[in-house]
């Protein structure tokens, strides 16, 4: 148990519509970060979090967007859904956010649009 | 970042040590390496890193070649739950972005 939850374990939805899955991080760490594993993309760094504001930017679509909220939890919200974006959602921490910090990771969403 | 280039997969009797190993050849001075695995569809564990120095812990040994250029995961007595696909990372420089690349990683299979 890495100590990061996420909720919903399985979220099935249809095209159009709109999601929002929640991380929380350990406790004490103050950077999240969201990861998308699809088939054929692979594990793919999405944003990163520090202490409310956003940090980074990876391969994050337009139709998604996250935030983190002042008790440090995050939410990334999924819009106008489309089928390629069945994948497993990872949100992970760290304590600060620093090149050399480890990652703790969640047990990710899974999320499916028909 | 620097590529890292593992076998796709791999098997190990349980029991025996897994050697994983891994090549990072443009690697820099300041990039350390990471090792994670993820276990079916859960999320990537952390299991072990290093700069240049080999390094040990509860899970895992990690030997990095003096040149730096290549290193192995080792896993002294690999069990069944150890089956999992097996990331190593090559992390970018201190003032570069925080996120971690994962490549394709090696499969490892462990087998009675």
């Known amino acids: 148990d890495s100590g990061v939850t996420q909720t919903p374990k399985h979220l099935i939805t249809a095209t159009g519509q709109r999601v929002t899955l929640r991380c929380s991080p350990r406790?004490?760490?103050?950077?999240v970060y969201w990861y998308q594993q699809s088939l054929d993309q692979g594990l793919q760094f999405l944003i990163q979090?520090?202490?409310?504001?956003?940090?980074a930017k990876g391969n994050i679509l337009e139709r998604f967007s996250a935030q983190q909220f002042p008790d440090l939890h995050s939410e990334l919200n999924l819009s106008s859904l489309e089928l390629g974006d069945s994948a497993l959602y990872f949100c992970?921490?760290?304590?600060?956010?620093?090149?050399?910090?480890?990652?703790?990771f969640g047990p990710g969403t899974r999320l499916l649009v028909l | 970042d620097a590529k890292t280039t593992q076998p796709p997969s791999m098997d190990c009797a349980e029991g025996r040590a897994a050697n994983l190993p891994c090549n990072h050849s443009?690697?820099?001075?300041?990039?350390?390496v990471y090792w994670y695995r993820q276990i079916h569809s859960q999320g990537p564990q952390y299991i072990i890193h290093?700069?240049?120095n080999n390094e040990t812990n509860e899970m895992a040994s990690l030997i990095i070649t003096e040149d730096r250029k290549s290193s192995t995961l080792i896993l002294p007595h690999a069990t069944l739950r150890d089956t999992a696909v097996y990331y190593c990372?090559?992390?970018?420089?201190?003032?570069?972005?925080?996120?971690?690349?994962f490549g394709t990683g090696t499969r490892l299979q462990v087998t009675l």
């Open positions: 992970a921490s760290s304590v600060v956010g620093r090149e050399w910090e480890t990652q703790y």
């Open positions: 406790s004490g760490d103050l950077s």
């Open positions: 979090y520090y202490n409310g504001e956003e940090r």
């Open positions: 443009t690697i820099s001075g300041n990039e350390y």
């Open positions: 290093g700069l240049k």
């Open positions: 990372i090559v992390r970018v420089p201190p003032g570069t972005a925080s996120k971690l690349t």
